[in-house]
């Protein structure tokens, strides 16, 4: 039972974390910032939760495979679900991957006055959008696999 506590706060806590990020803070900043400071603070906080949400990944990760082998179960027990659900996952880790280690630090680097770097941080914000997305339906998939017949 434990083991299963530990992988739901992880993942209240992953998921928490993007739904923070996309639902209050990045709206909240305050008009009166300049693209300077915004940038500045998006980093300082995105840096902080980087570690942290890389943490519950690894959690996430170690704790299902715990659960599978307490149960006795394996991959091909659940069947179809389980693949779609570690599918997701897959696609959910590549895509913070990506956002956090290549084109977030990248669009931190580029000179704000380009063009380019305009279009890129756009990317990078539709990106952790559409990772919180493939992230519920994580969790959507997980709920699925509890309450299967």
């Given at each position: ?49 980087r ?80 990772n ?5 339906l ?12």
């Amino acid at each position: 039972m434990i083991i299963i506590w530990i992988h739901l706060v992880a993942a209240m806590f992953w998921i928490g974390g993007m739904l923070f990020f996309v639902l209050v803070f990045i709206p909240s900043l305050q008009e009166d910032l300049s693209n300077t400071q915004k940038t500045a603070l998006i980093s300082r906080v995105g840096k902080r939760f980087r570690t942290s949400g890389w943490i519950a990944l690894g959690i996430l990760f170690g704790t299902g495979l715990l659960s599978l082998y307490h149960r006795g179960l394996s991959l091909a027990d659940y069947g179809k679900p389980l693949w779609i659900k570690l599918a997701l996952v897959f696609l959910m880790v590549s895509l913070s991957f990506l956002h956090d280690m290549v084109l977030g630090p990248r669009s931190i680097r580029i000179s704000q006055t380009t063009t380019g770097s305009h279009r890129l941080r756009i990317m990078v914000r539709w990106m952790a959008r559409f990772n919180l997305i493939v992230g519920l339906l994580v969790v959507l998939a997980a709920v699925y696999l509890v309450h299967a017949p």
